[in-house]
């Protein structure tokens, strides 16, 4: 789902990266940068990067090796499961199959959505499920709910 490295020109670390879907958010700040017009558009775009942003470094911080299978899938989505689970197990020193590597996955995209949903919420006044469900879809950021909400679903039709 998640895809293609933008640079977050908010950071201080030039090698600290958001993921985002595409590189519009990256086009729209160095076209605002240009011509000095920031508009809905560049807001809306930079205000979507900041909040992915701020998910990554929570589930980085909350769930290390989520944050590395999560980014492992994302950077290398050509990769077999064998292959990004290979390279999970080099980075964390710990033995790591591809079948360990599809449950690890489904469970990070599954709180990274939780934490998108969480970091929507804070930003919204006495925010209702709706209210969150409509900015993450006007941010483009729904589709990374979509696990996450299939869940709930499930959970209350038992």
């Not at 599954?110 to 709706?130: C, H, I, M, N, W």
């Amino acid at each position: 789902m998640l895809s293609n490295n933008v640079a977050d020109p908010r950071s201080s670390s030039p090698s600290e990266t958001v993921l985002a879907l595409d590189s519009t958010t990256e086009r729209a700040l160095d076209a605002g940068a240009a011509t000095g017009a920031y508009g809905e558009s560049t807001f809306v775009e930079s205000w979507r990067s900041e909040l992915l942003h701020r998910t990554w470094t929570t589930l980085r911080l909350e769930n290390p090796k989520f944050h590395t299978v999560l980014r492992t899938h994302v950077e290398r989505q050509d990769a077999s499961a064998r292959e990004k689970a290979s390279l999970v197990a080099q980075q964390s020193g710990e033995p790591f199959t591809a079948n360990h590597f599809r449950v690890a996955i489904h469970r990070a995209r599954g709180r990274f959505a939780a934490l998108l949903r969480q970091e929507v919420a804070a930003s919204l006044k006495q925010p209702t499920d709706q209210q969150v469900n409509d900015e993450l879809k006007q941010l483009r950021l729904l589709q990374y709910c979509r696990v996450q909400q299939r869940r709930a679903a499930k959970c209350e039709s038992v």
